[in-house]
């Protein structure tokens, strides 16, 4: 999720014009030039390097069975998948979310993800616990931040407690960043980890749908 007050401080020292090209910029991924771009039904790859299109085909298909298991999830949704190295043009795009792994700004379509490998199906922000994922797992998770921004709206979705705007995401992606055997370790470090949200979210939504008999209305209610 991109930090919005640290987008709105970065914006601020550089002025208004400089804010409107940034913004322009991280709500149009392409504008950075991608050298490597293909199509696959109604998704949108953008990549820094050359995209194996069986890895990718392989990649989004799982992506989308995970989502299918979602009563949000509508098929044939057009998307733009922006896979970089995590060099300049994730720092470009990456204001007020420079750690994730991955991030959808609200009120966009582009999923982008840090440094990214599709033969491996991995995504990882260079973090030694909790930083690596794998790609398919975070494109449904990402795009469960979408489906649910449709389906109660992009306010509404902003609004809801951490547990359920990330816990949902993750349930839907059947993983978290974190292994468990890393859990105690994570806490010791930092008890306040914000991975440990993702982690401890998945687990709260799964005990929440199965005490209200799987409704995700119910869960995303105020």
Same mark, same amino acid.
């Given at each position: ?37 293909? /199509? ?68 966009? =379509? ?40 449709? =389906? ?13 705007? /990330?816990?949902?995401? /993750? ?36 005990? /929440? ?14």
């Amino acid at each position: 999720m991109v930090r919005l007050a640290a987008l709105r401080r970065w914006t601020a020292r550089i002025g208004c014009g400089g804010a409107v090209i940034v913004a322009g910029v991280v709500h149009v991924p392409a504008a950075l030039a991608f050298p490597y771009r293909a /199509e696959f039904g109604t998704t949108t790859v953008l990549a820094e390097k050359p995209i194996d299109r069986t890895a990718m085909r392989r990649v989004l298909a799982r992506a989308d069975r995970l989502l299918a298991a979602s009563p949000l999830y509508r098929p044939g949704l057009a998307r733009q998948v922006v896979l970089t190295n995590g060099g300049w043009r994730w720092d470009m795009l990456s204001i007020g979310a420079r750690g994730s792994i991955a991030f959808r700004r609200p009120f966009a =379509h582009a999923l982008i993800f840090n440094r990214s490998s599709v033969a491996t199906d991995r995504v990882t922000n260079g973090a030694p616990l909790g930083g690596v994922r794998t790609l398919s797992g975070t494109i449904a998770h990402e795009m469960t931040h979408r489906l649910v921004a449709d =389906h109660i709206g992009e306010w509404a979705a902003l609004r809801l407690p951490a547990w359920k705007r /990330e816990g949902y995401p /993750e349930y839907v992606a059947q993983e978290t960043s974190i292994r468990p055997q890393d859990e105690a370790m994570i806490r010791q470090r930092d008890p306040n980890a914000r991975v440990l949200t993702y982690y401890e979210g998945r687990r709260r939504v799964a005990a /929440e749908l199965q005490r209200n008999g799987g409704s995700v209305d119910a869960l995303l209610a105020p």
